[in-house]
Structures are given as C-alpha cells and as structure tokens.
C-alpha cells in the first residue's frame, strides 16, 4: 500500500488478506478518532436542550415557545447543514474534514460563552447563537460517510453502528455534565452578572473548548484520506435520482429524526410537564438511545434490517401511545418508562435503516450489472461511492426531525397546553414509516416475483 503524506491509495476492505494485513487497523484507528469529533459535534448541537431550562433562572425572560424555538433551531440548521458535509469527505478527504469540522465548532462555543452571560441579549440575537450550534449537526453526515469507505461490506453495520453511537452518546454526555458544570463558577469570563442565582451559563460553552482542540489535533496526526473516495460532485447528487434515496430519507426522520428530537425536547418537556422533577434524569433517554444503535446494526447484519426497521416502527407507536397515556393521566413514572423504550426503538432504527442502505445501493447496481465480472467490480464500486453519499443526504434529511419535533411540541403546548396533539401527529407518521417499509422492503409478493430483488436481500 502506497502512502502519500496523509493520504492513501490502493484501499481495498473488501479484500480478506488485505483487511487481516493492515486495513483493519488502519480502519479501526480512523474510526476512533472519527468517533470523537463526532461526539463533541453531537454535544454542542443539542447543548441548548439543557441551558434553554436555565435561562429563566440566569436572568433571561423568554416565553415557552421561545425557549422551544432555541431547543428546535440548531436542529434546523444541524440538517441544512448536512447537505454540504455530506458531500465534503470525497471532494476534501476524511482527515482533512475531519479536522475543519470540529475547529469550526469554536464559533457556536465561545459565542454561547459570551452571550448567555448577559441576561440583556435580545432573544433575536439569542436565536443566532442558537443557530451555530447547529455546525455540530453537520459532522454525523461527512463522518459516516468516511466511514463507509473504511469497512466491507460484510461489517459495516457493526462500523457504522458504533460510529453512530458515540457520536449519539454526546447528547447524553452534554445533557449529563452541562447542568452540574454550569453549578461551579470557577470558569467566569464575561460574567455580566456573576452567578445569578448561582447558574453559570458560560460553562457551557467554554467546557469544550479544550477536548475541541484535541480533536482536530488527534485528526490531523492519526486520520487519514483515502484516494479510493474522491468523487466529483456531479457523480454523487445522483443520488438525487434514486427512488430508495427518499424512501429512506422519509424513514430515517422516523428513527434519527425521533432520535435527536426527543433528545432535544426532552429536558424541557420534562420540565413543562413535570415541574417538580429535576431535568438531570433528562440525559437517560439519549444515553439509551445511544447505546442501543450498535445493536440495530449488528440484528441488521444477521437477520436483515428491512425486519427489524419494520418492528422498531411497530414499537415505537405503542411506545407513543403510552407516552401519550402517562401524560394525560401525569404519571412521570410511566411517563419516563415509555420515553425510555422510545429512545431504545430509536437507537435501534437508527443501526438497522443505516445497515440497509449500504444494501440497497449494492444490490440494485449488481442487479442492473448483469453476470460479467468486471461489470460487476465496477458496480460494486460504483456503489460505495453512491451509498457513501446516500448516508449523508439521508442523515440530513433525517434530522430535520431534530426541528420538527420541538416545534411540534412547543406549537402543541401553546395551542392547548399539553404535547397531546403533537404525539397523535408522531405516531401517525410512524404508520406511515411502517407502511413504506413494509410496502418497498418486506412485501412478500416482491420476492415471488423477482427472487433475486431487494426483498430477498439481507436488507
């Protein structure tokens, strides 16, 4: 294998001696530090679900749907901005974006730090701040699909999975450490106000600051582009075109985009709904959530994700119905019990939909190849490239659900002063997603027509 500088040539996962040689260490090594980055993204993009519930208390007077709407804007922005992330890892490399993304990241953090210690800042400009966290958002879509090039086929569910997951994990990590941090005021620059009512919001932001500036050095000396995924830009918005690019998109806002929405709102729905029970249980529901997306990409490789994506759904709308339950009746027992199995069914759609469309990709281009081959080989890789690019477009897509869902409840709670009405519409959408699961991935009179289509495939 060739090295030039921080770049690689000549990779190929798919080969066995190659892989047991040298590509799993290498494979293993980037994703590490791929993982990193993307758990500091994940904690800065969703630090607002947790420093929204203390403004009041910093001298900040916000309305409940304001505080919604700064919970709800960084998750706009996270899926805007994924767009471009997506596309950035074959034009720019892994390494190299790996490293721009998180020192970027020093805009949302010392903006934060400054602005939320003085209590006079006109929720306009809030808004603003608001939004730069949203930058975090865009490092799941260029880290997964760095990723994707690094694994075979045969284990990229695990890979993606585990990525996945500890960039997930961020958001238990922030909504843990962030409300005890902000507690201590030994970090105090720019305070307005000193400690007003002991809260120190500026914490918050300047808490990363440090791990911010080992990311993007462990990037720059252990992380590496590959020559095997560049692509123009041209070849990959092609992905555009592919009717299971929408499919899929439309099913990821249902598992990433539950996901990261919950995430986002669950701290201040927890203390709309339940005022006398502390937001710090709040980190439970992304911690789950977290842990479980490994697991929905390792059931995906052994029995298929098409099979548990369409059961996760199953899940997730009885899971919505007992939410729904448990706050009309206001058990904050119940209540956190089926909010819990929510995230676990959302960590677990998450791996198995991200397993299927590696899958997808590769069996309609092996189909469309025919028997030759080189025509094959050439589809496969054709495949990478395009899956690679369909896992950022459906990531960003998914997380739109990171804005919709807090504005859902923010909007329902403002309109007849419980989340009721938004769970109804949620859980009306997971009917959907059960459908065109089912209807594009599972039917059965698909694999009696055409055996060798996408509904036998392990998908």
């Known amino acids: 294998m060739r090295r030039q500088t921080s770049w690689i040539s000549d990779w190929n996962p798919e080969d066995t001696r190659f892989w047991e040689a040298q590509g799993r260490f290498i494979a293993r090594r980037n994703l590490v530090f791929s993982i990193l980055a993307e758990h500091l993204g994940f904690s800065i993009w969703l630090v607002w679900s947790i420093v929204v519930t203390k403004l009041s208390a910093a001298g900040f007077h916000y309305s409940t749907d304001q505080l919604f709407q700064l919970v709800a804007l960084p998750g706009l922005i996270g899926s ?18 790996t490293m ?31 939004a730069l966290a949203g930058l975090g958002g865009g490092n799941f879509a260029s880290s997964m699909a760095n990723i994707s090039f690094f694994y075979p086929d045969r284990m990229k569910g695990w890979a993606l999975g585990l990525n996945a997951a500890g960039g997930n994990i961020g958001v238990s990590t922030v909504q843990l450490l962030v409300p005890i941090l902000m507690g201590f005021g030994f970090i105090n620059l720019y305070q307005a106000t000193p400690g007003a009512n002991g809260v120190y919001i500026q914490n918050a932001g300047l808490m990363w600051l440090l791990p911010l500036a080992i990311a993007v050095f462990c990037a720059w000396r252990y992380m590496n582009n590959l020559t095997s995924a560049k692509s123009s830009f041209k070849d990959q918005i092609v992905i555009t075109k592919r009717k299971h690019t929408w499919v899929m998109s439309w099913i990821y806002i249902g598992t990433f985009g539950s996901f990261i929405g919950y995430s986002a709102a669950f701290p201040l729905l927890i203390k709309t709904q339940f005022p006398e029970i502390t937001v710090g249980v709040a980190f439970l ?10 697991l929905g990409g390792l059931l995906a490789d052994r029995i298929g994700g098409a099979k548990v994506t369409f059961w996760n759904f199953v899940a997730m709308g009885l899971a919505t119905v007992g939410v729904m339950y448990y706050v009309e009746i206001k ?64 990531g960003a897509v998914g997380a739109c659900g990171g804005y919709l869902i807090p504005r859902g409840f923010g909007a329902s709670i403002a309109a007849t002063g419980g989340p009721y009405l938004a769970l109804e519409i949620y859980l009306l959408f997971y009917i959907t997603c059960i459908a065109l699961t089912w209807w594009y991935y599972l039917r059965r009179s698909l694999a009696q027509l055409a055996p060798t289509s996408l509904a036998q495939a392990r998908i």
């Open 80 to 97: 805007l901005i994924r767009f471009p992330y997506t596309f950035a890892v074959t034009t720019f490399g892994g390494r190299n974006w």
């Open 331 to 394: 058990s904050f027992a119940g209540f956190l019990a089926m909010f819990l199995t929510l995230f676990v069914a959302t960590g677990i759609g998450n791996g198995s939909t991200y397993r299927m469309i590696p899958s997808i990709f590769r069996e309609e281009k092996l189909r469309r190849a025919g028997a030759g081959s080189e025509a094959r080989a050439a589809a496969v890789q054709s495949a990478v490239l395009e899956s690679a690019a369909a896992l950022g477009f459906i």
């Open 100 to 130: 721009f993304s998180a020192a970027v990241l020093f805009i949302p953090t010392i903006a934060l730090a400054y602005f939320s210690a003085h209590p006079e800042t006109p929720f306009g400009v809030m808004l603003v701040v608001a």
């Open 285 to 294: 529901g992304p911690l789950v959530g977290s842990l479980s997306r490994p």
